[in-house]
């Protein structure tokens, strides 16, 4: 009987361990789905950190599934937009929606936090579409922005192309087929 007893005791002393060790990898599958998710804000946009923001991952929790991805298209478009700082292409206009998208769209996002936070969840909605209509916009702008600084940086290096194949085609030209 104390045999029985004993195997049945060493029985689910194993399937416990067994539940937790399949616990913990399960956890941690979630877990590393959680962090996919949340790179996936900042995926594909140069100097971008892969730090999720915080405020915006909290303006996401306040908006359904559509809106999510709008959100994240909308910070993509503002990080490129702000990953163009240093071209010298940069209009006064797009130097300051530049500033605009550093400074006051945090503060944007921030307002609407602050808001959502003390509203009851039926009025979060009524905070977080409006902010969200309004980011969806300046990246609109901010995509037109880094189009228009992208061209014309893209026209400077075609310049600088042509420049250089005509100085070393003059070059090839006077010397003599020996000396090539």
Known sequence: MLELLG????????????????????????MRSARGFAASFTQGVPGFSAIPDPRWA???????RRQREQARTARERIAALLAERQSAALTPEEAQLMISCERRVP???????????????????????????????????AE?????????????????????????????????????
């Open 107 to 141: 503060e944007l996002i921030d307002t609407c936090l602050d808001r959502c936070r003390s509203a009851r969840p039926n009025e979060r909605c009524d905070y977080a579409a409006p902010t969200l209509e309004r980011l969806v916009r300046i990246g609109e702008e």
């Open 144 to 180: 037109a922005a880094r189009s228009a600084i992208r061209a014309r940086d893209d026209g400077r290096l075609l310049t600088m192309h042509n420049y250089f194949d005509t100085v070393a085609g003059s070059r090839d030209r006077g010397q003599s087929p020996a000396t090539r």
């Open 7 to 30: 195997g049945l005791l060493l029985f689910f002393l194993l399937f416990t361990v067994l539940m937790v060790w399949l616990g913990i990898r399960l956890a941690r599958n979630l």
């Open 58 to 64: 909290r303006l996401a929790s306040h908006l359904d």
